[in-house]
């Protein structure tokens, strides 16, 4: 029967957790390490809803790739929604491990997932952050090219491909070839895109200047929700525990949905 510690182990390789950027919180957040685990249910984020869930199919472990716990806790009550989770997770017995900036930034990981569901061809890095311990190029973005067509067009195939509720987007007035992403919040990331010779970049959370700008530089900008482009990599994490611990019954969690509606 696998462990916790072993489970975090496994996952480590794939995705080093060294490779977190400096202001994230990724590794085995809550629980024993050598705790028994029998079931793990894979979720985005590890809502009050979540952890119900894992409760009462009897999981031992979830694995997210938003951090429990992300900003520094002064203490752990049932007074704020973090501190609730936190404790409905020890009482239960159950343990926390995610995965956040360096599953971004893997090969295989939350970039190559959104540009495989989005179907991307010939896809490289957007940029290269360094190397893995094992000497395995990483970075957070992709880029990767699609056939020919008008912007419009791209954003409903994007809508439709990630199953978004919404999506924002401006027009750079250019059919779409080449696309770059970024899983969640990388609208930081437009100057890659145009120096990447990008006639789109996919990503979420943009803040209004930087629509302006990107359209001012000729680049169509899409916001396609940050749910909608980090949720690809459940099933990659899904995988990679069936893969690696086939003893472990593995799920992805069901009672978690992208939190906002479109009117």
Known sequence: MATVREIYDALDKRAPFVLQMDFDNAGLLVGRGEAEVRRALVSLDITPAVVREAREWGAELIVAHHPIIFRPARSITDETTVGRVVLDLAEAGIAAICAHTNLDAVAQGVNDALAHALGLEDVTLLTQ?????????????RVGSVPAQEPAQFAAFVK??????????????????????????????????LAKGCDAFVTADVKYDVFLEAQAQGLTLIDAGHYPTENVVCPVLEAWLGQDFPDVETRRAQTHQEPYAAL
């Not at 311990?133 to 957070?140: A, D, F, K, L, T």
């Not at 080449?178 to 899983?183: D, I, L, W």
Request: charged residues 20%; positive net charge.
């Open 160 to 193: 439709a491909a990630l199953g978004a509720n919404s999506v924002r987007m401006v027009d750079g007035g250019r059919p779409i070839r080449r696309v770059a992403v970024g899983g969640g919040a990388c609208g930081g990331m437009v100057p890659d895109a």
């Open 129 to 141: 952050d360094g190397t893995d311990p094992q000497g395995r190029p990483y970075g957070v973005g």
